[in-house]
């Protein structure tokens, strides 16, 4: 019995030691993690961004091909938290009017759409008129004027005519396609910049080509947006308007009565059929009735002959009767 009681007492000890020893390996194992995580925020991180100690900087990394676009990345995802904030705009509406109309004179009727699109801080981009054989002038003129005017100067110019015969006015918002270019074109400015920054820091010949080529597709990218936007900017800042005019067809009545004139075109006219006349009893005397002669006396010479022949056999027929 004592025996079995000692047994358990020496077994209870030792497990008592053992979860004793777990504890304090634990405990220390916390405190040396808990010393090194407060001795690295001490030293301080490894910072992502360029600066003068980093890789980058000292063109260590600049050696693989993709390490230009990599770092150009890296500084735009650095910067991400103001990369593009786009001030709110007006919205961006492209505007078209056409202008079918009569009016009584095309030059004066020009001359006052001209002087409307001036007025309202416009031009004629384009003029074109022809006349036809009935005298009646048309043509089409092309005007451009600021959008704010567009209403105003659609208004009056259908003064001008005597008649509208059509008219029609039409508005595409791009509004979203600009402010998407101009998104587009502030992130490529932005990567732009990175590469200039990594070309300043940049020591190998190797990484200046490989940077400069970046920034060459980049710098190509940024006109192109730039070329966009300029052409949606001229495009709804000025309208553009296309009229055309129609001149009114004129009923005149004989201005002048000119009897001698018709004389002379009369008697002109029995000259030259006097003169067919002649040209042709002409041309049959000397070549018509030629011919004819010599039709006739070809048929006069085989009738003489047929009828000689006829009367010889007839005369036979007789006799042998």
Do not use: H
Request: charged share 20%.
């Amino acid at each position: 019995m004592n025996k079995t009681l000692k047994i358990i007492g020496i077994a209870a000890s030792g497990i008592i030691v053992l979860i004793a020893a777990y504890i304090i390996f634990q405990n220390t194992m916390s405190g040396l993690l808990t010393m090194r995580s407060s001795d690295y925020s001490g030293m301080g991180a490894p910072q992502e961004s360029f600066n003068e100690s980093s890789p980058m900087a000292t063109g260590q990394v600049l050696s693989n091909p993709l390490s230009a676009s990599k770092m150009a990345g890296n500084l735009l995802q650095d910067n991400s938290a103001s990369s593009v904030d786009l001030p709110e705009m007006d919205k961006k509406i492209i505007k078209n009017g056409n202008l079918s109309l009569k009016v009584d004179n095309a030059d004066k009727a020009s001359v006052s759409v001209t002087k409307i699109a001036k007025d309202n801080g416009g031009e004629v981009a384009s003029s074109n008129f022809r006349q036809s054989g009935a005298n009646v002038k048309s043509g089409n003129i092309t005007v451009k004027v600021p959008v704010a005017n567009f209403e105003k100067t659609f208004s009056d110019l259908k003064k001008v005519a005597s008649l509208v015969i059509s008219e029609s006015t039409s508005g595409t918002d791009v509004t979203e396609q600009y402010v998407d270019l101009q998104a587009q074109l502030k992130n490529k400015q932005t990567e732009e910049e990175a590469f200039t920054r990594i070309m300043a820091q940049a020591q190998k010949i190797d990484d200046i080509l490989a940077v400069q080529k970046e920034l060459s597709r980049v710098r190509g990218q940024i006109e192109q947006f730039q070329g966009r936007i300029k052409y949606l900017e001229s495009q709804t800042d000025m309208s553009t308007i296309t009229i055309s005019l129609t001149e009114d067809a004129n009923i005149s009545i004989v201005d002048r009565w000119r009897p001698w004139q018709v004389v002379k075109e009369s008697a002109s006219v029995l000259i030259k059929k006097v003169q067919g006349f002649v040209d042709f009893v002409i041309k049959l005397v000397i070549l018509v009735l030629p011919v004819l002669l010599l039709y006739a006396l070809l048929v006069l010479l085989v009738y003489k002959i047929g009828k000689k022949i006829y009367f010889k056999f007839k005369k036979k027929d007789q006799n042998q009767a």
